[in-house]
């Protein structure tokens, strides 16, 4: 194992700890400290949207490791939003919401069909001459 695929490996457990623990309030800082945060307003979608980075993250550098590549440009837009669907409603259950998060949330819902069309359509084209 080369020194980057162990950096990478590190990384990657890192980032998925860090993402599930934070939509039920608690915040991983380095070096390995937890703080209880509450999950209200800002700090609510602030959490949602960075476990849904670190998630999408952790996902691409699992795929690198596997030599796996994005089968289509949309690729990471639909896993990003998959995420932050996850972590937003996870987030949401375990703190104060609004209406206004929920209908965030249900465009986003709208918005997976249409990547996902995009995506399909795109990965059969995009690298046909590589595989």
């Excluded at 209200?40 to 849904?52: E, K, P, T, W």
């Excluded at 670190?54 to 837009?77: D, K, M």
């Excluded at 465009?107 to 001459?129: G, M, Q, R, W, Y």
Aim: aromatic share 16%; proline share 4%.
């Amino acid at each position: 194992m080369t020194l980057i695929r162990g950096f990478l490996i590190v990384l990657m457990f890192w980032l998925v700890l860090s993402a599930s623990i934070a939509p039920f309030g608690y915040f991983l800082s380095l070096p390995w400290g937890f703080e209880e945060i509450e999950l209200i307003g800002n700090q609510l979608r602030f959490m949602a949207i960075r476990s849904a980075t670190f998630l999408t993250l952790s996902y691409f550098i699992f795929n690198y490791l596997r030599h796996q590549r994005p089968l289509s440009s949309v690729a990471p837009l639909l896993v990003f939003t998959n995420f932050l669907i996850v972590t937003a409603v996870t987030a949401m259950m375990m703190g104060a919401t609004v209406w206004q998060d929920w209908a965030a949330v249900g465009i986003l819902c709208c918005l997976v069909p249409i990547l996902l069309i995009e995506h399909n359509k795109e990965s059969k084209t995009i690298f046909v001459s590589d595989w």
